[in-house]
């Protein structure tokens, strides 16, 4: 697929190109050094302005803290703050801070307990740190000691208890938290590069698991592979990736791993959801495999064609969904050409036919979190707008705009329990019954992208990523 780059001397245009062409490995660690000077700039900015409008100096943000099982002393994998990410590429350090006060450098208050029991977070290095003040605290408590007064500041984290504790009158700020969330709707140049990089390693792991689907391995088998070629442990991933063979892939979020292998002859599809972390930056991608030819395969490269479609449907300016309903149309062209539904696309939207066999929404916004925040907000000041009453699960509701990076992910699935809502309904003396039993077996389709307005222009990062292999 010709990449949908504009030819210019921009130096992100480039680096964009680079990678879209498989070259950028030789060009990482520099083009994230010229970057990333540009992005702490405009986030101080951003984060400042909240600050400052709500009346404070500056801020303190947390890392986060462990959480352990009940009664237990195992804590749960540490998930970080997605604030604390946003200023560097430190994602696996708990009970540390960052400490932001006007004009002064960024402070970075480092956990690095004297702990025999754990291994001491390495010190911090590369291309961000002299940009920064770095000082190590053992506990969490030194950090309030070099803090000072509180009382100038506004905090964020989820450590509302310990906050109050240390004096602070301004914690998770609702207006602060608008405002910054709005913002971050509109990517840097290094998200932006964060996200391809991310992309490229989503598109490895998805190579490597249609090779173990191809080998006849089990669900979990295929995980591995996935977690082998993006060379992540499982809580190093951005959300716990869906392996779905064949029926499985009819639940939307199937949250198990089968560890029985199937027989050849009972191989029908594997739906792939899995994603891929760089600097806290996450690729969200899915992709859909038949087994062998024959209708099912007719259907996924019909929704490939159509997801394809949709994305160079794409306009700055155009409501999120407006290009959701787009894609409901382009599937009730698929359903009724593949003989599925015999119904008119018109009466197919009209009656919400294609809500069964989609009933999630076309995609949603994605960046230092895998469902990032802000889908719904219009406005800094928190103004948010519904998704529409058809397409309830729809998580973006925003205008296309420039620096934006959102998912596009239609489906088309075989859920038995829409299924027998749309057989009691009117219309099931327009549904090819027999057909969708003879699918049933195979689950559903999806097949997502992750995509960049860039210069007006929708960027596909994960078909780039995949053409880089």
Known sequence: MECLIRASADHYTSTITMLSKGLFMTHLSTDLETLYPEHLELITKRYLEAAQQAGKEGLLISSGALKYAFLDDHSY????????????????????????????????????????????????????????????????????????????????????????????????????????????????RYELACLQLANLKAAKGHHAAEQAFRQGQSEFEIQHAYLAAIEHREQQTPYSSIVALNEHAAVLHYQHYDFAAKATDDLHSLLID???????????????????????????????????????????????????????????????????????????????????????????????????????QQSKSGINKSAPANYPALRLTRPIENNQVFTIEPGLYFIPSLLTELRRSSHTKNINWPLIESLMPCGGIRIEDNIAIIDSLPVNLTRDAFLGL
């Not at 010190?123 to 030194?142: C, F, L, S």
């Not at 300016?317 to 149309?329: F, Q, R």
């Open 274 to 376: 899995a994603g891929a972390e760089q600097h806290g930056y996450a690729a969200d991608v899915t992709r859909t495999y038949a087994f062998r030819d024959g209708i099912f395969k007719d259907l996924v490269n019909s929704m490939d064609a159509a997801q394809q479609a949709i994305i160079n449907d794409i306009k700055v300016g155009m409501d999120y969904p407006e290009l959701n309903k787009k894609m409901h149309i382009r599937l009730a062209n698929i359903l009724q050409s593949s003989g599925l539904v015999n119904l008119s696309v018109d009466a197919m939207i009209d009656n919400n036919i294609t809500f069964t066999f989609l009933p999630h929404g076309l995609g949603h916004f994605l960046g230092l979190q895998t469902h990032d925040v802000a889908g719904f």
């Open 77 to 188: 994998p540490f998930k970080v703050n997605p604030h604390f990410k946003s200023w560097l590429p430190i994602t696996g350090v708990n009970d540390s801070f960052i400490l932001i006060k006007g004009n002064q450098k960024p402070q970075l208050l480092y956990h690095q307990p004297d702990d025999y029991w754990h291994m001491k977070p390495a010190d911090p290095e590369g291309y961000w740190v002299d940009r920064w003040q770095i000082q190590p605290i053992g506990q969490p408590v030194d950090a309030h000691n070099l803090v000072g007064d509180t009382s100038k500041l506004a905090f964020i984290g989820e450590e509302a208890d310990l906050a109050k504790e240390w004096g602070f009158d301004n914690t998770n700020d609702t207006n602060i938290l608008n405002s910054i969330h709005f913002d971050r709707a509109y990517k840097t």
